[in-house]
């Protein structure tokens, strides 16, 4: 990628789908080489959050397309990244603000594209875009400076994302400690957002883990509970990583945590099979229905895959989708073990779910976590 002021003339740009559908727009942030990007598109329907959604590794390897017109009003700052860096393949926005106005900003966001090397398109008609992947699903697509024959071809032979390794592209390279709550939590990172190390950090002293780390070696470290995070693609590619959950999951003895790429990476492990929603949940307004109260709560979420009805055989299913009844939610019916589809930790997004942490505590109390913790706390003193 080559980068360019931000207030520079923006040079006529093209995005092209596999099947051949052309958007006409304006290049922004970087500069893709030889004037083509490529990448899965979909498209997110939050209202705001779009530094904490660009920020998300489990996007990586696709191109987030936004239903929301105005896109970068209120510019950009540190404290809301949820990575390091995006891990996205590009943007696609229909007006993107020049000015930011937020007490808050720090900078704009095309100066964010541009220091991450991320390359966008403006100007396009997102809501044909909206309707027409919805019609015909999340796929390819390809765009630039470069012709349209050249975006075409390379939208066609992009590679999609299914039974792609992309956790090992995001996962952290060794151990991090966070937090200083009074239980110990081992969360394994597959591409964790930064909203959930703070929650947990908040009960915790929270030690991230990379994807490949072996369930022995977690259970050594004597965990309150295990923490199975988000993360990006396809679940049932992971298979070395759906062994290691399944020896935690059989374990019994520490309460497993999962939230989105962890949910299906947990139902996967007790059997459960996944396959790939047409054209994914990514927004902050999904209602779900928590089976056990009838109460319904307003979610975030962000995935492309779900777990199959009807291939839980071993747990229970809390909660559904009201708008496609998509299983949102399950719990073990043998061991300490529960998960979510969607995000009880927002970033961005409502905060209806965040009880689930607290039910996370009340599990790992249950199993004698504040028995240990305070074991520990005596060794120590």
């Not at 939050?46 to 209120?74: C, K, M, R, W």
């Not at 459960?272 to 009838?294: C, Q, W």
Request: overall charge negative; some cysteine; proline content about 6%.
């Amino acid at each position: 990628m080559s980068a360019r002021s931000g207030s520079a003339r923006r040079d006529e740009a093209l995005l092209v789908l596999a099947d051949g559908a052309v958007f006409e727009g304006e290049a922004i942030g970087a500069l893709s080489h030889g004037g083509v990007a490529t990448g899965e598109a979909v498209f997110n329907t939050v209202l705001s959050g779009y530094q904490e959604v660009i920020t998300d590794p489990s996007y990586a390897g696709q191109v987030i397309a936004f239903t929301y017109p105005h896109i970068g009003n209120y510019g950009v700052n540190p404290t809301d990244d949820e990575a390091a860096r995006p891990s996205c393949r590009g943007i696609i926005v229909r007006d993107l603000a020049d000015r930011p106005s937020n007490w808050r900003s720090t900078g704009s966001l095309e100066e964010f594209l541009i220091r991450f090397s991320v390359p966008g398109i403006t100007g396009v008609d997102t809501r044909r875009l909206t309707r027409h992947l919805r019609d015909r699903g999340a796929m390819p697509c390809a765009f630039g400076t470069s012709g349209e024959a050249d975006l075409l071809a390379a939208a066609r032979t992009a590679l999609p994302i299914d039974r792609v390794d992309l956790v090992s592209e995001v996962t952290t390279a060794s151990m991090v400690t966070r937090g200083t709550g009074p239980y110990r939590v081992v969360a394994y990172d597959f591409g964790i957002k930064e909203a959930m190390v703070r929650q947990l950090g908040e009960m915790a002293t929270v030690t991230v883990v990379p994807a490949s780390t072996p369930a022995e070696q977690v259970l050594g470290m004597e965990p309150d509970g295990v923490f199975l995070s988000n993360g990006p693609g396809d679940p049932s590619g992971l298979t070395a990583i759906i062994d290691q959950i399944r020896v935690l999951a059989e374990d019994g003895t520490v309460p497993v945590f999962g939230i989105c790429l962890g949910h299906q990476l947990l139902a996967t492990a007790l059997g459960a099979s996944t396959y790939k929603l047409p054209f994914g949940h990514h927004g902050g307004n999904h209602p779900v229905k928590r089976l056990s109260t009838g109460r319904v709560e307003i979610t975030s979420q962000n995935h492309n895959y779900a777990v199959a009805e009807g291939s839980l055989t071993s747990s229970e299913i809390t909660h559904v989708n009201l708008n496609d009844g998509v299983i949102e939610g399950l719990a073990n019916t043998d061991t300490p073990v529960f998960s979510v589809q969607y995000h009880p930790e927002a970033g961005p997004g409502p905060h209806d779910a965040r009880y689930l942490f607290e039910e996370f505590r009340a599990l790992m109390d249950a199993t004698g976590a504040r028995a240990r913790s305070e074991s520990r706390r005596d060794v120590v003193g």
